[in-house]
């Protein structure tokens, strides 16, 4: 747990289905690490490349972009996102970040499970990126 | 109405008991009970924080009466919780 | 002596302000329509205010409640008149005419604050009848936390007379010498929304419930689950213990013609399940047994609720249960018959055991007055056509909406609420012509 | 005057930015994990936060009170609640923040509760931590946030009721009488849906034929458009204002514009499959609906003949289709089983095995139920009278589900379960008919739900915003649903369904006008340079386009998605209220390493 508390990740969520999963990840009172930060956003399409690197650069450890998927309810705007999040991997690895640490995925209003493995999934990755970095500074 | 609206409260309840007659008396007597329970089981958990059932033995009331004051005292503010003791609540004065 | 009476004039008057009459009043003055709500309670907010959680969603009722209360309160076209009853509703040349009376709550409203200074200072302690006698209130005191208005009443019967209050009070409000205040309205259509009371816990003889201690009705479980519960959490009120074992019994007050209620009250199998849920959660170690009939999980989403709280390990027997007695120490026992399994009836002890009441009708016409509205047999209000237009009473202009037809839930008196606010509005409508 | 108006505004552009913050408790809800005082103390050393609170129940009037009082007496001019999810009480303080005289707009609401203290219990200080950094965030959003004005658009008093069964016709008779034009579209060649299949219909025993001929008349007598034998080719434009496309029999297009749309498509019967208790093998097994058709018009008798064969024991069995469970029952074709309940089949099943001993005195009746759900006014009243005239009553779990296996000579078959009631004996139960009581399954509207996007749930029905704070609408704004399209539901639960729509449409259309939430994309012009990078990414038409070298919004028709935001070089257009700067201060505070600054900036 100590590991993880020491961990910042941020949810970009959509207003229309996975800021409601994360409510109702709430109302199940189910558990997950405190070092999360949700925030919701009509949808994630808004952000330009230039934001996540920001982000990396303030400290978050890990980004996990919670779309909309097939409920997406803007034209085109997941295709757009995933060709953003194609051309952040590559701007991420320029600069040195390990691409585990963004994640875009699909969050429905009910996907409880589904969440909670992506907080998992990324906890575990940037505790690798972390040894992996040490690594070869050692 | 405009007489009324005049009387100030100490004038109000003379008048009130005085029509209230024996009725008043009645009432008295229950308030004294009250303050009396109260004052038994505040007694009891001044030092030490106890159970209900502790506090009925402590007391001699019976433990849906104790039970009945500690709510009341813990919502007024002056009885707290204090730790699980086994199955119960031990209480304490606040 | 009493003040003059008020005359008020409203396109409709709603009678009731809990979630039915809330909703009716919000649909219609959403439409531009002048709303007089009349509550007999305190505070606005019915049942639904006091409940814990809601199914299927697990939303705090609160949470649903009091936005509703709060737009209701400050909505320009409502006019809200709560602790204040409706003596007589006519129905004359098209129009109704209705007589109210405010009842005092022994202060000036204009000038309370709603401090709750008052009700620190007051010594006479009282069962507070929103925690259904589990709690303790003042002599004066404001109903709830999140009450709608904020005012105190002051509980006349009761008084000392001992002036602690009027001295606390930093405004100087508190009338001893308050009269009831007479109003006289005029609208042009009526909605009733007068909602249900449970079955009386002492009506079926062989489970006691007005006896033993342990054996609590519902909504007094609610409040034990509820965030701001009288004893801050689940205790049972004989002793205060926290109860290991918890035991449900269905249709305790329903399906039941030796009470008058033969009729299933459709809520009881959902809310046990509920806060069989809801104690699961709170106390994880506990045995929770819900005896049953049928499980009537009909709504929306309610199927899977039922399915998930079996698959929580709350238990589900399909038994009857023949009758409740109790040990020295309060812990209740109930003769089980088995409906499956094994065929030998069976005393089994729990902790605690609440008696799933049913739904019967706060408010009877033939009983209670005010307006003549025909009942059905099974004397909820009855409904004229209730196939297509289901808020429909036998007086034409007087609609009805929630569980004075009948019990309900809470989705469906909400979405009957709206009906019976569509069918005002239209029935006012025709009535503009003539 | 006109210079009184500038310097006001210049005071306005100049103006102190003075947040409110306030913390509530929800009763124990947060203050239990959340540490609520420590995060008032950390945001009281915030440079824009002038007041911060904590209380029991911020939504309460009281609560409220605080915020609209420190507004008036303290000059507070940007608010900051933080409590539960901003689905319920986002509206609830931006009314209170109206009521005070402010832009409602000014208002950021931090979920502390499901997205905190109810997700890190045992964790409180490091749930503290969290709040405190988003509090801070919701600080930081709001202080970079102008006031905003609803868009207001035109509302059409004309609305589109899809699908004419009972629902939708009593939808549209409502919506009539309410003064509004109304368009019926069915797709059938006439009025009635579901209902002209039922014979008499629970509990009042009218027959169903005059209920819809009761609603068709009115129907007509309204002078309400009917267009039958027509479905929907297009639905465009927005709440106010959507463009209908009716497609007739001769395949003509018809436009209709309305300002809102009642969705009242109605349900299937769900049909077994190939083998599913023998159906579809052997002609004795048939549906409720099928049973229902074929016992309409026969005499009363002392015999039941079914295809020549004379019928002596007859076998009902519930939930055929519905309460399914993954693993135990074949899942549809989406992979998902229907783990709803149909809530009516168990009432309907009795209805129809009272009115079968009426005209067949003499059956045996076999019913093999699971839990019967007789939950309505009246409803019970069918069940006891079946128990009265002898009908037998078997339960079976999901661990033994009757099997059925033909008899050997063909003509009949067994029903073999465990039987709960009499401890789980095994019994065989010979039918001589089966009738299976089939639940609803959703209309396939996939046409409906991919154009407009219509959320649907697990159960494939559509899916309201909330059961109780509205159930009756869809998150698409202007779209109502009436009836069997939400879930299964009687005759009555469907027409007070569709007497809610019918107000929901009311309240939106009572005005000539609607107010939308201002969230759409907005240009600075002075910023942007005019290089069109924006126009390729939008793709709702007219809602982007260059006039006077520089890019504008048509507010109406701009969805708010933000695909333009996020290609334009110097940040020149953003969604109001979602803007990037807002974002870049919201990720400060998340990402600040100490709590509280140490010394307030100058």
């Not at chain 1, 690490?33 to 978050?60: A, H, L, N, W």
Request: with cysteine.
């Amino acid at each position: 747990m100590g590991d993880h508390n020491n961990m910042k990740i941020l949810l970009i969520t959509t207003m229309i289905s996975s800021y409601p999963g994360a409510n109702t990840v709430g109302q199940a009172h189910l558990h997950y690490s405190p070092g999360t930060y949700i925030i919701r956003v009509p949808d994630p399409v808004v952000f330009p490349e230039s934001f996540y690197m920001r982000c990396y650069e303030k400290g978050i450890d890990g980004i996990i972009i919670m779309s909309s998927g097939s409920d997406c309810p803007y034209e085109g705007a997941y295709r757009r996102l995933s060709e953003r999040v194609a051309r952040v991997y590559v701007q991420m690895k320029e600069n040195g970040i390990d691409p585990s640490r963004l994640k875009l995925t699909t969050i429905c209003t009910v996907c409880k499970a589904a969440f909670l493995k992506e907080i998992n999934e990324m906890q575990k990755n940037i505790l690798q990126a972390r040894a992996d970095k040490e690594g070869v500074a050692a | 109405m405009e007489e009324e609206k005049k009387l100030s409260y100490t004038e109000q309840i003379k008048e009130l008991r005085a029509r209230r007659g024996e009725g008043s008396k009645e009432k008295q007597e229950r308030s004294k009970e009250q303050i009396k329970a109260q004052k038994a089981i505040l007694a009891a958990i001044d030092k030490e924080a106890k159970t209900v059932p502790e506090i009925a033995e402590a007391t001699g009331m019976n433990t849906q009466e104790v039970f009945w004051w500690i709510t009341a005292m813990r919502k007024y503010n002056k009885v707290t919780d204090e730790t699980k003791k086994g199955d119960y609540i031990a209480y304490r004065k606040k | 002596m009493s003040a003059a009476t008020i005359q008020k004039k409203a396109d409709v008057l709603v009678v009731g302000a809990g979630i039915a009459g809330l909703q009716a009043s919000l649909d219609l003055a959403d439409q531009g329509k002048q709303i007089l709500l009349v509550e007999s309670q305190p505070s606005i907010g019915g049942r639904m205010i006091n409940l814990s959680k809601v199914f299927p969603t697990l939303d705090c009722a609160s949470c649903i409640t009091t936005p509703r209360m709060a737009s209701v309160a400050h909505h320009p076209s409502i006019d809200l008149l709560t602790y204040t009853e409706v003596n007589k509703i006519e129905r004359t040349n098209g129009k109704f005419h209705a007589s109210i009376t405010k009842k005092p709550r022994y202060l000036d409203e204009t000038a309370c604050i709603g401090c709750k200074r008052c009700e620190e200072a007051c010594t006479t302690f009282l069962p507070d009848e929103y925690d259904h006698s589990l709690g303790a209130k003042k002599a004066i005191s404001i109903a709830f936390t999140n009450a709608i208005p904020q005012y105190p009443v002051l509980d006349m019967d009761e008084c000392l007379l001992c002036g602690a209050c009027a001295k606390a009070c930093p405004t100087q409000c508190i009338n001893f010498m308050q009269e009831p205040q007479e109003i006289e309205a005029e609208a042009g259509a009526v909605i009733m929304a007068t909602g249900y009371n449970l079955t009386e816990i002492s009506a079926k003889k062989q489970y006691g419930g007005d006896i033993y201690p342990n054996v609590i009705s519902p909504l007094q479980m609610e409040r034990l689950l509820a965030p701001h519960g009288p004893y801050g959490g689940v205790m049972r009120p004989s002793d205060g213990k926290i109860p290991d074992s918890i035991a449900f019994v269905q249709c305790a007050g329903s399906r039941d013609k030796s009470l008058g209620v033969p009729y299933c009250s459709r809520v009881c199998c959902m809310y046990a399940i509920k806060q069989a849920m809801l104690l699961s959660g709170s106390l994880p170690i506990a045995d929770i047994t819900i005896y049953y009939m049928d499980i009537r999980a009909f709504g929306k989403g309610y199927e899977q609720f039922y399915q998930n709280a079996k698959a929580m390990g709350i238990q589900f027997v399909k038994a009857k249960v023949g009758r409740i007695s109790e040990d020295e120490n309060h812990n209740p026992i109930l003769r089980v018959e088995r409906q499956e399994d094994c065929s030998q009836p069976e005393e089994v002890t729990h902790d605690l055991v609440v008696l799933s009441l049913g739904m019967v009708p706060a408010w009877i016409p033939d009983r209670d007055g005010i307006i003549p509205l025909e009942i059905g047999e099974d004397r909820f209000v009855r409904s004229v056509n209730e196939k297509i237009t289901p808020s429909l009473t036998s007086m034409e202009g007087v609609f009805a909406a929630g569980t004075m037809t009948g019990p309900k839930d809470i989705v469906d008196t909400i979405v009957e609420a709206g009906a019976a606010a569509t069918e005002a509005a239209n029935y006012l409508r025709s009535q503009e012509g003539r | 005057m006109e210079e009184e108006k500038n310097t006001q505004s210049e005071e306005n552009e100049s103006e102190e930015i003075r947040v409110g913050v306030y913390v509530c408790h929800c009763g124990g809800n947060i203050s239990d994990v959340v540490d609520t005082k420590a995060v008032v103390e950390a945001l009281k050393k915030n440079p824009n936060v002038k007041i911060a609170k904590d209380f029991v129940f911020m939504c309460s009037d009281p609560g409220q009170k605080l915020i609209i009082d420190d507004i008036i007496e303290n000059n507070i001019n940007r608010i900051v609640v933080s409590a539960c999810s901003p689905t319920l009480h986002e509206t609830t303080f931006r009314k209170a923040l109206t009521r005070a005289g402010l832009n409602p707009y000014l208002y950021e609401h931090v979920n502390i509760r499901e997205q905190d203290s109810w997700v890190h219990k045992g964790e409180n200080e490091a749930a503290t931590a969290k709040a405190i950094r988003l509090t801070a965030a919701g600080v930081e959003k709001i202080a970079r946030q102008d006031p905003l004005e609803p868009i207001v658009v035109n509302a059409e008093g004309h609305v589109v009721v899809i699908g004419g069964g009972v629902a939708g016709m009593r939808a549209a008779l409502a919506l009539i009488k309410r003064g509004l034009g109304v368009t019926l579209i069915e797709k059938g060649d006439r009025l009635g849906g579901r209902a002209l299949e039922l014979d008499r219909v629970y509990p009042t025993e009218e027959k169903a034929s005059d209920i819809v001929s009761q609603l068709e008349n009115a129907v007509r007598a309204e002078k309400i458009d009917v267009r039958l034998n027509c479905e929907i080719e297009l639905i465009e434009g927005f709440v106010g204002n959507f463009d209908v496309q009716i497609r007739g029999k001769d395949s003509k297009i018809d436009k209709v514009r309305a300002g809102a749309i009642v969705l009242a498509t109605g349900f299937d019967h769900y049909q077994p499959y190939e083998g599913e208790f023998g159906y579809g093998k052997s002609p004795i097994v048939v549906t409720l609906p099928e049973f229902n058709k074929l016992i309409a018009d026969m005499p009363q008798s002392d015999k039941f003949t079914y295809k020549g064969k004379d019928i002596k024991n007859l076998a009902f069995i519930h939930c055929v289709g519905s309460r399914q469970m993954e693993g135990v029952h074949q899942p549809q074709a989406d992979g998902r089983v229907n783990d709803y309940c149909s809530r009516v089949c168990c009432t309907a099943t009795l209805h129809t095995i009272n009115k079968t001993l009426d005209k067949f005195p003499n059956l045996n009746i076999f019913d093999l139920y699971k839990d019967i759900r007789t939950y309505g006014h009246g409803h019970e009243d069918y069940y006891e009278k079946a128990s009265k005239r002898g009908v037998t009553f078997f339960r079976y779990t999901d661990d033994s589900i009757p099997e059925y296996a033909p008899s050997s000579n063909g003509s009949g078959a067994t029903l073999t379960m465990k039987d709960v009631l009499t401890w789980n004996e095994e019994v065989s139960i010979p039918a001589d008919m089966i009738v299976l009581a089939t639940g609803m399954v959703p209309r396939d509207i996939s046409n409906l739900v991919g154009m407009l996007k219509l959320p649907t749930g697990t159960d494939r029905f559509l899916q309201e915003v909330h059961p109780k704070l509205r159930p009756v609408e869809l998150a698409n704004n202007g779209i109502m649903i009436a009836g069997t399209c939400q879930g299964p539901m009687d005759i009555t639960e469907s027409c007070a369904a569709a007497g809610a729509s019918a107000a929901k449409v009311s309240i939106l259309l009572s005005k000539k006008t609607i107010e939308m939430d201002p969230y759409v994309a907005r240009v600075d012009e002075a910023k942007c340079d005019g290089c069109k990078l924006c126009l390729a990414e939008c793709e709702y038409k007219g809602a982007l386009f260059m006039a006077e070298s520089y890019a504008h919004v048509n507010p109406a028709l701009c969805v708010g998605c933000g695909a333009c935001v996020a290609v334009c070089p110097p940040r020149a257009i953003n969604i109001a209220g979602w803007t990037l700067d807002q974002f870049d201060g919201m990720i400060d505070a998340i990402s600040m390493e100490e709590l509280e600054p140490a010394t307030v900036p100058a």
